[in-house]
């Protein structure tokens, strides 16, 4: 129970922050380092570790002047470290239990005597469904902490995205290229048509 009271404020810390911050006016942020023209040692080093990712790039470098959005990280990170402790035991009695269940039917298989098969089969089937009746409420809790692990990842990747986008509108706004090297590169371009043009005749 208490793991479940923890994964659920959790989420809901989760859902406070993502709300906190869409009431909030963006930040009005230097252009992010991942955004620079020129590659930055930072850029160089996420590079090192696989294919560029911007949204990743750019959230991790905004998580780290948002306080509410590093809590946020910590938050995740704590519960994902201290998942299994959560879980180890109970899941290792299951499957223990499931295996043994199992297994019992391959010895089943070698009684010859049908009376006695039966007679057994039937024992087994009353410790079975007795385990079940006993793992009913503890497996129930399991099932919720992996609702509440896939309803999380949700959630993170939206806040993700909504953060990473404030930030690249902000971008589109205040660096679009001017268009004024286009078009005189177009100029050049209809000159030396002309050139040519002539030339050719």
Do not use: W
Request: overall charge neutral; proline content about 3%.
């Amino acid at each position: 129970m208490h793991t479940r009271i923890s994964t659920l404020a959790a989420l809901l810390c989760l859902l406070s922050a993502c709300s906190g911050t869409n009431n909030r006016e963006p930040q009005q942020l230097q252009t992010p380092k991942a955004l620079e023209a020129e590659k930055s040692s930072y850029s160089i080093e996420l590079s090192k570790r696989g294919p560029a990712d911007l949204v990743e790039e750019l959230y991790q470098e905004i998580a780290e002047k948002q306080p509410a959005l590093k809590k946020l990280e910590e938050q995740i990170s704590e519960l994902r470290a201290g998942e299994s402790d959560s879980t180890e035991n109970l899941n290792q009695f299951i499957n223990k239990n499931n295996s043994y269940y199992e297994a019992t039917e391959k010895h089943l298989s070698r009684i010859s005597d049908s009376l006695l098969k039966d007679r057994i089969r039937e024992l087994i089937r009353g410790s079975f469904s007795r385990y079940n009746n006993a793992v009913n409420h503890p497996g129930q809790l399991l099932k919720i902490i992996e609702h509440n692990n896939l309803s999380l990842a949700d959630l993170h990747a939206a806040v993700k995205l909504v953060q990473t986008l404030r930030v690249m509108e902000k971008y589109q706004q205040d660096h679009k290229p001017s268009t004024d090297p286009l078009e005189k590169f177009i100029l050049n371009q209809e000159l030396a048509k002309q050139g040519a043009d002539s030339l050719a005749r």
